[in-house]
Nanobody, 133 residues
């Protein structure tokens, strides 16, 4: 059963940092693009950061591109999201999603990679991040 499991969330003060992990199992992780999403209560799920299978391509939405860094270690079947200078508005459940579709020159470059409706193959169940004093 293919699976993605997020971890690393928790309570952090404004200005603090967290590193989230997304561990994959039962599928060939290196063949998949990984995108991080988040969803706050009552809000739509939004894409944040995308990384290609070989890490050659990364892309971010403007709201996080100077604060968040996406990376991956295929030998560990794990992707990461390093989050710095966290703000209360970053409070949300954070998810990772995996996709094997798409032309190589479009991966993470096209806007639809940041849409949960794109049709990702696998989703994790999320990890809670709370930014508060």
């Amino acid at each position: 059963q293919p699976r993605l499991v997020e971890s690393g969330g928790g309570l952090v003060q404004p200005g603090g940092s967290l590193r989230l992990s997304c561990e994959a199992s039962e599928f060939t992780f290196a063949h998949f693009t990984i995108t991080w999403f988040r969803q706050a209560p009552g809000k739509e799920r939004e894409g944040l950061a995308c990384i290609s299978g070989d890490s050659d391509i990364t892309n971010y939405v403007d709201s996080v591109k100077r604060r968040f860094t996406v990376s991956r270690d295929n030998a560990k079947n794990t992707a990461y999201l390093e989050m710095n200078n966290l703000k209360p508005e970053d409070t949300a459940v954070y998810y990772c999603a995996a996709d094997q579709k798409g032309a190589p020159n479009m991966i993470c470059r096209s806007y639809w990679y940041f849409l949960p409706s794109y049709g990702y193959d696998y989703w994790g169940q999320g990890t809670q991040v709370t930014v508060s004093v």
